[in-house]
């Protein structure tokens, strides 16, 4: 029924239409809208993606996030082949858009487990990473403890949710020049911290991801909240841990 | 009529159906959009509740506040014991939610004389706490005076607000890793500090509350203000007394 | 028509009752609105009046201002005694409500030929009371210059607007305990400073006014922005002159 | 059929009644009612404007930006001369309401080649240059490398978005004491980097152009995160290149 027919790729409406407000095709253009107002998805920045069965949803390149229509949704036949981008299996692909660059970030968040993964600009996010560099070095993690917020986020999966005295480490990659390469960087974090919801990327922002969409959008707020907290704490002095 | 009866559980969904806009049912999921807009409610953070005669009306634990409605909302018999979570009263537990762990805190403000209970986890409300420890020490409260905004606070039940030449004094608590916990702590803090409409959490938020649902957010605002305040005239070198 | 007597005092609804937009008792509660959305009447703080015709409007005292309706607000024969508040002349008193303690400064603005007077609790005003009186001592007055804003601002009335070189000078009073009692300064510091268009108090807010509704608006928000920027400035070590 | 007969000046209403939300007499009021959120355009200062074929659309002069209507729009002839103002063709001139002092900027942008002209007051353009005098001289630039947001800025006209390593140069011009003498120091700038898709005005904000109106916002929006950006960095004493 949704054939991967390249004679067919801009006719599958039907895969982002739905009266249900809860459908990815319904989420994303209502959490970007939110996004915007936060000052994550700034000039077109940042992007959202959610999985649903096999199939993915995500936002599209360098349109203004506030202003995105369900019908601008690219979707995804999912398993896919991350690379080379030709190689993957679109359902449906609007005209005149351009696939998100950050199409295989968000096809190893889904890898990893997650059902929706929104990557975000925001300025607190690239603080964090800034300050990190600068007082522990560029091999450091953001670690922060004893903050009642940080019990917004999980421990890992199925291992419940952290407590008052943990303490929550999110590890930093480096940026590249191009979005698709960051991948590899994304997927080591991943590995080598199984438990983390989340990545920083030095001088860029976050990719943030959870086991549901209102998990992934919850937790990202506490993220920020979180980053937005230590900055203004090590302006007056206080240390995060 | 509202039987105590667990068979009935989910089904008094009179208690939360109101057209009015001041019934609790529909004034705290209306409260809790505003409070998300200012960050005090971020990530399922916070919490409100209100009484209402012999009905206490809770917003759950876990939901994105900005998006609860009517039909989320817990109501408790009042009185009802704190503990255990098992001995309270439901009147009405929507399926699928849980109940908020603020409702011994909650209950504790009734029981206190209060008509409804904020809890925020505000970031002024933080730096405000880790200010005071850092300046004065885990023994003191947060005090600031002649300032306008303190005139938004009362003295005490039934004894006018305070003036301008007035300290707003307010007790600051330890956190607990369960927000249960916090329960005792609040209570001697509110023995100690009869006249106090509010208790600060240190590394956590606020619990403010009031005589009305409209004093309990007017106040909470107007502490908001004088945190948010009082970390800006830190920051320029301004002593708060 | 609209006789001043007690019994008729809350039955004068039609003083508040248009369809116009621009009618004072529709603009207050849309002003009143967008000012709590600056943080400028947080917790009922501040408040707003118009004058038109023979006719003042005042929002009431300690109401949520921004659910205000144009209902409460209240309508005084203008020009009315200052004092004592049971010499004013009430065309509409809302039942239940109380009147703002800021009258008599409306009406002192009002006398001063102002249309519409605008009082907020601005954070950024109540710092830049504070800054000055640490910079330069309690005499100063808040002093800025160079900046293009500052064109918003006028030289005074049928004076023009400021120019780029100018230098703004907002005078600055010291709070009293009950509100009223700043009536006698600021008459004093318009007296002295016939060509202000708003004077600074400290501690507390600004009373700002403008020749029409849109000027006290546009003037106000202006000045906020100054104050904001001087902060700004004061933190990275730039001089406002 | 557009005549520029003034007896005909304020009757070419059809010029700016469109049923498409993206006719430029649509696009400015909603462009400035989410600017005047973001400050950029407080107190009436600022402005927008779009080219589309042979018309200029341009908001009008002292308007309260986020209340601008459709029926407050001009619109010049282009090409039109930009001096003296009464050489300029207008073929529509709305009663009572004043020409932009910002008119001849925004021609020299469309001269340059854009579609879209944004002026802000934005606090942030402001504070940039204050620094940008205080460490570098009065004759630097704004230069800031290694932020994933300077994607958003493109490298000049059909050369592609900067890259991640590039760096990001904005002009920096000084205010005059009028508007439109800015044009000539505006054009200049533009001659001498033309590739630059903005010039800072010291003191007073920003002028932003793009090739099509969306680009014109995000790449504003991308410049105004990147001014804020510097700004905290520099607080926190992180370099910005």
Known sequence: MDDVDSSQLITNDHLVQSEDPDHPANLIPELCK?????????????????????HVFIAPSGVQKELMKSE?????????????????????????????????????????????CIHTHSQWAVLVTL????????????????????KGIPKGRE????????????????????????????????????????????RHGIYAWGDTVAKAKTQCESLDYLFQLAVEMHKLGISWT
Not at 34 to 54: A, E, K, L, M, P
Request: include cysteine; hydrophobic fraction near 35%.
């Open 34 to 54: 939110r996004f915007y107002q936060w000052g994550w998805v700034t000039g077109t920045g940042g992007g959202t993606s959610i999985r649903r069965d096999n």
């Open 131 to 150: 300050l990190v560099e600068k007082l522990h070095g560029k091999d450091a993690m953001f670690e922060i403890s004893n903050i009642e917020q940080i």
């Open 159 to 202: 291992k419940g949710m952290l407590g008052f005295h943990d303490t929550l480490r999110i590890p930093i990659i480096e940026n590249t020049p191009f979005e698709e390469d960051l991948t590899e960087y994304l997927e080591k974090a991943m590995a080598k911290y199984p438990d983390t919801y989340a990545v920083l990327v030095r």
């Open 72 to 116: 601008n949704i690219f979707v995804l036949e999912y398993p896919t082949p991350k690379y080379p981008p030709s190689a993957r299996k679109y359902l449906r692909k609007p005209l005149a858009l351009k696939p998100s660059d950050c199409t295989p970030l968000f096809l190893a968040a889904f890898d990893h487990g997650a059902t929706c």
